[in-house]
Each structure stands twice: as structure tokens, then as C-alpha cells.
């Protein structure tokens, strides 16, 4: 229990919400849940069967403001006049990360970053399952950190975890902190400053100790430009594709190794291919070295991982034309990666919500794999205006249909159609695996 507190606010009945009602209830805490939109009828069932009282449509703010705690959905922004008269009434607003943490003795390894952490997180999964380990993932794949404490404690716990999750975390310490990259991303949430971001960011380690580990990435410029900035306690780890002493890097023979004080290990073969899927091998194989998992296990853990659905996804082959399904790409460097990573010249469809996106660094890859545009979204005229001059097409759609059917007029035998919008996709999707999976129906249409 947490010293001072019984009666608990929870904002937000999605996933976070439900999660952390269960584990309040299941510790002796008394839980209020409180949604100003509509709560799905499955979650209304969870809560009512646990006798939880919950209101939807709604906040009562004398209700909210008469707890001892509030946790808040990682989509509700700090600024929100609820958060904030919260805030000035001296009660503590946390995210659910947080609460599951002072609720497990688990062992954490946690992965934030502007891309790569999902890939990260279901790799470093990977090798602790196949290691032999009682261990669960969590945060911001599958079931809530919360939740799964709750419903199934465990010796171990792979996280992953956002920006805003760490927003709310004041005393969260894993054991293992990764920091995959920093792009500017989510700057609608950060008062359009980087530098608030990126603070966010380093969050993940700011309360681990001497004996805990952070890993980073020693190519990304954002990242090590800032750590003088940050005063970091953990054992610091680096990822490189240059040669290091310590760390995961790539050797003079052009084999990944890692090395940590001195005990060296090599991998010559991934499942995953790509310069961003090399960083995040070598930070899912460093951490589970750091946890003493066998290094055959890593090894073939590393080997024999199935990549992402939505994240650089084969789709089918049509008359010559490969399609290709990165819907996952939500940012910029995203879509860096991904064209980067194009061997074929690409019919690129992009488009979406602008999270005040700079394509800029996009533009010597558009001229040197890119061969036409198509956009999706409901304002187009950023890309307009960044790529009009690079290429011989760009298209106009607002829906799937019309976007894949375009692209496959555009593509002919030897070209690849590469969905990879760089954007969020609430403007025509309820979610990239929504628009991923309209993507991939419409292929199949053909």
C-alpha cells in the first residue's frame, strides 16, 4: 500500500484505466473510474464485476478532487483543467506505470525511444521467454503493466514504454533502462519545444541507482548531445554501428558483438533486417546479457524472431509490384528507416495527422527512391510543398481504395508500393493497425 492513500481517482477507462482499477482493488484501495467519453461495454463488465464505481461522459470534480491519488490515461495531457486543479489541490497525478511498479518486485526492463522500442521490446521478450524465464511484456504492447501485476505478478517484466507514460512516473527505477533514439515526435504534447521532449525521454532513468543499467544509442546526435545535460546514476551501456570497447557495436569483420566488462559475444545472423533493426537486435541482445541469459540463447533468439505486424510488412506480390505495409511508421524517422531500407524504386503513400512533422530530412532519399506520392490524409499540402519539385507524381486520396489503387496504376514490375504515412492516422483511421489492415484488404482486392 501506498503510505496516505485509500481512495483513488482514475482518469480514463481504456486499457491504462482498467488496468490500474484492478490492481487497486486487489491491494485495498478504494477506486473511482472517471471517463469523459464513452466506456466500452466489455470494460463496463470488468469494472462492475469487481464492484468498481465508474461514470462515463463525464467528470465529477468534487468526486476526483476528494481522493488521495489520481492515475491518468497517457492520452490526457498534463494541461487538462482536471489534471491541473488536481495538481493544485496537492494531489499526486501518476500514470499507471508508475502505480504497477510500486506494486511488483519484478525484475523491469524497460524500452522508450522515438522508434524502435516496440521491435525492442518483443525482442528482448523473445530471448527471456526462450530463455527459460517466468516472464510477461507490458505497456504499451498487450495488456497493461497494471493489469498483469495485478492478474499475474511475475519474476520479470518487459516494458515498453512512452513519453507520456514517463510523464507520470516519479519514482520508477527498472532495472534496465533503453533509450533507443530521440526524433522530435509528439511536439503537440510539449509546447512545440524539443528539449521538453527529450527530458521526458531521459525520465526512464533518472531515479535508477549504481547497481541498475542504461542503455542508449551512441549514433543518435539528439541522445548524447543531451547527456551532458542529465545526471544518470545507472551503469551506462552503448549501441553503435562503429567499433566500441564496450557496449553492442559492429566489429571490423562486420559482425555485431557485444561486450560487456570484457566477457565478449558474437552474432552473425538476424531475423531482422535493416540499420534501425541492428540497433534494436543489439539492444535487446545487451540487455539479456546483462540478465545472464546464455549467449546460444541469444543468438538463436535473435535468429528465428518474426517481425511486426504493420512495421516494414510484406503484403503480396502483384504482376512484378511488391507491397509493403509500414502503417506503424507514425514519424518521420520512421519513414527515414523505411525508405532507407527500400532496394526497389518506391511508390510512396504518406499522409495523415502532421505532429508537426519537418520532412526535410527525407528529401535526398525521396530523389534518390522515390518515383512518385501518393497521399492519404485530409490535408496534403505540407508533402505538396516539401516534395512537389523531387518527383514526377503526386496524387491526392483520402481513402484507402483510392490510394492503393493509385499507387498500383503508378507501379510497374521491379517497383515496391510502400505505405509508410510518417503521420497518425486518427485523421481517416481509428488507428495505424486499422489503417495497416485496410492497406493490406485493399492489396488483396487488386
Same mark, same amino acid.
Given at each position: 500500500?501506498?503510505?496516505?492513500?485509500?481512495?483513488?481517482?482514475?482518469?480514463?477507462?481504456?486499457? =491504462?484505466?482498467?488496468?490500474?482499477?484492478?490492481?487497486?482493488? !486487489?491491494?485495498?484501495?478504494?477506486?473511482?473510474?472517471?471517463?469523459?467519453?464513452?466506456?466500452?461495454?466489455?470494460?463496463?463488465?470488468?469494472?462492475?464485476?469487481?464492484?468498481?464505481?465508474?461514470?462515463?461522459?463525464?467528470?465529477?470534480?468534487? !468526486?476526483?478532487?476528494?481522493?488521495?491519488?489520481?492515475?491518468?490515461?497517457?492520452?490526457?495531457?498534463?494541461?487538462?483543467?482536471?489534471?491541473?486543479?488536481?495538481?493544485?489541490?496537492?494531489?499526486?497525478?501518476?500514470?499507471?506505470?508508475?502505480?504497477?511498479?510500486?506494486?511488483?518486485?519484478?525484475?523491469?526492463?524497460?524500452?522508450?525511444?522515438?522508434?524502435?522500442?516496440?521491435?525492442?521490446?518483443?525482442?528482448?521478450?523473445?530471448?527471456?521467454?526462450?530463455?527459460?524465464?517466468?516472464?510477461?511484456?507490458?505497456?504499451?504492447?498487450?495488456?497493461?503493466?497494471?493489469?498483469?501485476?495485478?492478474?499475474?505478478?511475475?519474476?520479470?517484466?518487459?516494458?515498453?514504454?512512452?513519453?507520456?507514460?514517463?510523464?507520470?512516473?516519479?519514482?520508477?527505477?527498472?532495472?534496465?533502462?533503453?533509450?533507443?533514439?530521440?526524433?522530435?515526435?509528439?511536439?503537440?504534447?510539449?509546447?512545440?519545444?524539443?528539449?521538453?521532449?527529450?527530458?521526458?525521454?531521459?525520465?526512464?532513468?533518472?531515479?535508477?541507482?549504481?547497481?541498475?543499467?542504461?542503455?542508449?544509442?551512441?549514433?543518435?546526435?539528439?541522445?548524447?548531445?543531451?547527456?551532458?545535460?542529465?545526471?544518470?546514476?545507472?551503469?551506462?551501456?552503448?549501441?553503435?554501428?562503429?567499433?566500441?570497447?564496450?557496449?553492442?557495436?559492429?566489429?571490423?569483420?562486420?559482425?555485431?558483438?557485444?561486450?560487456?566488462?570484457?566477457?565478449?559475444?558474437?552474432?552473425?545472423?538476424?531475423?531482422?533486417?535493416?540499420?534501425?533493426?541492428?540497433?534494436?537486435?543489439?539492444?535487446?541482445?545487451?540487455?539479456?546479457?546483462?540478465?545472464?541469459?546464455?549467449?546460444?540463447?541469444?543468438?538463436?533468439?535473435?535468429?528465428?524472431?518474426?517481425?511486426?505486424?504493420?512495421?516494414?510488412?510484406?503484403?503480396?506480390?502483384?504482376?512484378?509490384?511488391?507491397?509493403?505495409?509500414?502503417?506503424?511508421?507514425?514519424?518521420?524517422?520512421?519513414?527515414?528507416?523505411?525508405?532507407?531500407?527500400? !532496394?526497389?524504386?518506391?511508390?510512396?503513400?504518406?499522409?495523415?495527422?502532421?505532429?508537426?512533422?519537418?520532412?526535410?530530412?527525407?528529401?535526398?532519399?525521396?530523389?534518390?527512391?522515390?518515383?512518385?506520392?501518393?497521399?492519404?490524409?485530409?490535408?496534403?499540402?505540407?508533402?505538396?510543398?516539401?516534395?512537389?519539385?523531387?518527383?514526377?507524381?503526386?496524387?491526392?486520396?483520402?481513402?484507402?481504395?483510392?490510394?492503393?489503387?493509385?499507387?498500383?496504376?503508378?507501379?510497374?514490375?521491379?517497383?515496391?508500393?510502400?505505405?509508410?504515412?510518417?503521420?497518425?492516422?486518427?485523421?481517416?483511421?481509428? =488507428?495505424?493497425?486499422?489503417?495497416?489492415?485496410?492497406?493490406?484488404?485493399?492489396?488483396?482486392?487488386?
Amino acid at each position: 500500500m501506498i503510505a496516505g492513500v485509500k481512495n483513488i481517482a482514475i482518469l480514463g477507462a481504456a486499457e =491504462s484505466g482498467i488496468g490500474a482499477a484492478l490492481l487497486a482493488v !486487489k491491494k485495498g484501495y478504494i477506486p473511482f473510474v472517471s471517463d469523459a467519453g464513452k466506456i466500452s461495454d466489455a470494460n463496463k463488465d470488468i469494472l462492475n464485476s469487481h464492484n468498481i464505481s465508474w461514470e462515463e461522459g463525464t467528470h465529477s470534480t468534487n !468526486k476526483i478532487l476528494s481522493c488521495d491519488l489520481a492515475i491518468k490515461s497517457p492520452g490526457i495531457p498534463d494541461k487538462a483543467p482536471l489534471v491541473q486543479a488536481l495538481i493544485n489541490n496537492n494531489i499526486k497525478v501518476i500514470s499507471e506505470i508508475e502505480f504497477g511498479y510500486l506494486h511488483t518486485n519484478a525484475k523491469i526492463v524497460a524500452i522508450t525511444g522515438s522508434n524502435g522500442k516496440t521491435t525492442t521490446t518483443l525482442l528482448t521478450y523473445h530471448i527471456l521467454k526462450n530463455a527459460g524465464l517466468d516472464v510477461a511484456v507490458a505497456g504499451n504492447v498487450g495488456f497493461s503493466f497494471a493489469r498483469q501485476v495485478a492478474n499475474q505478478d511475475r519474476d520479470y517484466f518487459v516494458l515498453e514504454v512512452s513519453s507520456f507514460q514517463l510523464d507520470g512516473c516519479f519514482e520508477f527505477a527498472p532495472d534496465i533502462a533503453i533509450l533507443t533514439n530521440i526524433t522530435p515526435d509528439h511536439l503537440d504534447r510539449y509546447d512545440y519545444k524539443l528539449e521538453n521532449y527529450i527530458a521526458s525521454k531521459f525520465r526512464i532513468t533518472a531515479k535508477q541507482n549504481a547497481q541498475q543499467h542504461f542503455i542508449y544509442c551512441a549514433d543518435d546526435p539528439i541522445t548524447t548531445n543531451s547527456l551532458p545535460q542529465v545526471n544518470i546514476a545507472a551503469q551506462q551501456h552503448t549501441l553503435s554501428l562503429h567499433p566500441q570497447n564496450q557496449g553492442g557495436f559492429i566489429d571490423k569483420n562486420g559482425t555485431i558483438t557485444i561486450t560487456i566488462n570484457s566477457d565478449t559475444m558474437n552474432i552473425d545472423e538476424l531475423a531482422l533486417q535493416g540499420k534501425h533493426n541492428v540497433y534494436n537486435s543489439m539492444a535487446a541482445g545487451l540487455a539479456s546479457r546483462l540478465l545472464k541469459i546464455r549467449k546460444d540463447t541469444v543468438r538463436e533468439s535473435l535468429s528465428d524472431f518474426e517481425g511486426l505486424e504493420h512495421r516494414l510488412e510484406p503484403v503480396l506480390e502483384i504482376h512484378g509490384i511488391e507491397f509493403i505495409n509500414d502503417s506503424k511508421a507514425t514519424n518521420v524517422n520512421s519513414t527515414y528507416y523505411a525508405l532507407e531500407s527500400m !532496394k526497389k524504386k518506391a511508390v510512396w503513400i504518406v499522409g495523415g495527422v502532421d505532429k508537426g512533422n519537418d520532412y526535410s530530412q527525407l528529401i535526398e532519399l525521396v530523389k534518390t527512391k522515390v518515383k512518385a506520392i501518393i497521399c492519404l490524409g485530409k490535408d496534403n499540402q505540407k508533402i505538396h510543398d516539401e516534395f512537389e519539385a523531387l518527383v514526377d507524381l503526386i496524387v491526392d486520396t483520402d481513402n484507402m481504395e483510392d490510394a492503393v489503387r493509385s499507387a498500383y496504376a503508378v507501379g510497374r514490375k521491379g517497383d515496391a508500393v510502400l505505405l509508410s504515412p510518417a503521420c497518425a492516422s486518427f485523421d481517416l483511421f481509428k =488507428s495505424y493497425e486499422d489503417r495497416g489492415n485496410q492497406f493490406k484488404e485493399q492489396v488483396r482486392r487488386l
